[in-house]
């Protein structure tokens, strides 16, 4: 059997070669073909074995194939490109809008809702923390008298801890003060006013049945509040540590330049030092040589300066007439 018969089958050959197709059924038929047979041989020994058809149907299924081959490559190039760009625009489109649906949308009667909430709650302050008592801790004690919402406890400072240690105390976590929010303020305000300055009470065994609260309600005082202040203080700590660097760096910068002008007089003064001692052995090579020779030179130059005699009106008159009274004087005298 000839390749034309494997491929296409004898009686649809006879079929084709007889029949009018149109361009569309034509191309149809040859992928069929192509996709069926799977084998290595490429199609155009298939065209050849067709004999009885003419030259110009040739010509046509060769400029189908070709059609066929340009569309598949860029079929091919385009879906590649549509993987690596991570998907058509319609598939990005879909993923905004699924993102753009699963943001919760907040209505205003939940607005209303969360505003009054705030408006009902209230805030305990304490001053004293009992030692190593954790928020959780002190979430569970408190809750029996109320709703607690948000807890914020203060840790103690780093220079305090690093005390502690070296003295010899717990590694644990030890906070200094804090704040507490309940859902009513009604209930903060009576739980403050009934445990300021009582015990923590509970079993005997617990580690903090003999502590005292320390707490105080706050009036008008809001969760927010305690942001914004911590905010504040964390702004104002930062600024504070801005100032001190930049004032450490110029203190750094004069001090470098001090070193340096400092140098530069040392090496000022070498200079003259150096230049004097030539100057004293170019004008007195005598002692120089003695001193040399004698003694050992000391570190600093001596510097010798040319002595005049000092001359007065009483040693030397200015003029003979006064010379003659003087000795007319001593003549009568002696």
Known sequence: MSTAEQLFGAEE??????????????????????RSSRSTKPVVDVLKVKSESSADELEERDAHLDRFRRDSTFESETSDHEDFSGGSENELDE????NANSIK?????????QRKAIKRSGVIYLSRIPPYMAPNKLRQILSQYGKIGRVYLTPESSAKRAQRLRNGGNKRVMY???????????????????????????KKSSWYHDDIWNMKYLPKFKWHHLTEQIAAENAARESRLKVEIEQGRKQLKQYMRNV???????????????????NVSTEFPEETKDLSEDTKPSKQARRFFGQKSIVSNRNMPTDNAKQQKVENVLRRVF
């Open 13 to 34: 050959e006879e079929k084709y070669v007889d029949q009018d197709l149109s361009e569309d059924e034509e191309d149809e038929r040859f992928l069929k073909a192509i």
């Open 95 to 98: 993923e905004t809008t699924k």
């Open 105 to 113: 949308k907040i209505s205003l009667e939940e607005v209303e809702k």
């Open 176 to 202: 200094e003060e804090g704040w507490i929010e309940f859902e009513s303020k009604r209930v903060a305000k009576s739980v403050a006013e009934l445990l300021n300055t009582n015990q923590i009470g509970g």
């Open 260 to 278: 340096e002008n400092a140098k530069m007089i040392e090496g000022i003064r070498k200079k003259r030092s150096e230049r004097d001692t030539l």
